[in-house]
T-cell receptor, first 116, second 114 residues
C-alpha cells in the first residue's frame, strides 16, 4: 500500500524555539495532506488541510501564525510549530488521501513533540 | 452539536470470540464512514470504508455495518486474536464536505486475551 513518512519521529525542544516536522508521500502524489494533533488517550483532532501550491486551511481554534504549513511539492508538506510552549507537546500526525477512488487515507507514523 | 462517539471503555474479549465495536454519530450527514486501527505511538491504519448507501462491508475477518437511520456503525472482528489488540477509530466524511476530510470518533481500545 501507499506509504507516508514523517520526520522526525520524536523531538524535544526548549520553550520559545521553533520545530519543523516533515510529511512525505513516498510512492504517490498528494495535492492535499492533513495535519492532526493527538493528546494522550484522546482521538485525532484535525488541525489543518495542506494544499499543494496554495495556502493551508485551518480548523477553527488553530492559530495559523503558530502552526505554519507549507506544501511546496506534490510529495512534501511541512508543519512548523513556532515559539513552542509546553502545552504544544503532543503527537502530531499527517495523512494523505489515496486518489485511487477509494477515499482511504494513509497516515504517517507520527511525531512526538515534547517542549520543555 | 456534532458528535462521533465510541465506547470509551476498553473492550476485553477472549481469543476466538467476536469483538463488536460501536460508533454513534449525531448531527452529521455522512457520505461515508471509515474504520481505522491505531497502535500505541503509531499513526492510524485504514481498515474498511462503507458508503451511506451500503448496509454492510466485509474484508477477511472484519465486517462493518452502517445504519443511517440509527446513525450507527458496528465494527466486528470475528475469531479475534491477541494481535487484534489495538485502538479502533471510526471516522466520518460529511456529505457535501471536502472529499477527504475526516472527523474521528473517540476510539475504543480492544484487548484480546488468551
Amino acid at each position: 500500500g501507499a506509504v507516508v513518512s514523517q520526520h522526525p519521529s520524536w523531538v524535544i525542544c526548549k520553550s520559545g524555539t521553533s520545530v519543523k516536522i516533515e510529511c512525505r508521500s513516498l510512492d504517490f502524489q498528494a495535492t492535499t495532506m492533513f495535519w492532526y494533533r493527538q493528546f494522550p488517550k484522546q482521538s485525532l483532532m484535525l488541525m489543518a488541510t495542506s494544499n499543494e501550491g496554495s495556502k493551508a486551511t485551518y480548523e477553527q481554534g488553530v492559530e495559523k501564525d503558530k502552526f505554519l504549513i507549507n506544501h511546496a511539492s506534490l510529495t512534501l508538506s511541512t508543519l512548523t510549530v513556532t515559539s513552542a510552549h509546553p502545552e504544544d507537546s503532543s503527537f502530531y500526525i499527517c495523512s494523505a488521501p489515496w486518489r485511487g477512488g477509494s477515499y482511504e487515507q494513509y497516515f504517517g507514523p507520527g511525531t512526538r513533540l515534547t517542549v520543555t | 452539536s456534532q458528535k462521533i462517539e465510541q465506547n470509551s471503555e476498553a473492550l476485553n474479549i477472549q481469543e476466538g470470540k467476536t469483538a463488536t465495536l460501536t460508533c454513534n454519530y449525531t448531527n452529521y450527514s455522512p457520505a461515508y464512514l471509515q474504520w481505522y486501527r491505531q497502535d500505541p505511538g503509531r499513526g492510524p491504519v485504514f481498515l474498511l470504508l462503507i458508503r451511506e448507501n451500503e448496509k454492510e462491508k466485509r474484508k477477511e475477518r472484519l465486517k462493518v455495518t452502517f445504519d443511517t437511520t440509527l446513525k450507527q456503525s458496528l465494527f466486528h472482528i470475528t475469531a479475534s486474536q491477541p494481535a487484534d489488540s489495538a485502538t479502533y477509530l471510526c471516522a466520518l466524511v460529511a456529505r457535501g464536505g471536502t472529499a477527504s476530510k475526516l472527523t474521528f470518533g473517540t476510539g475504543t481500545r480492544l484487548q484480546v486475551t488468551l
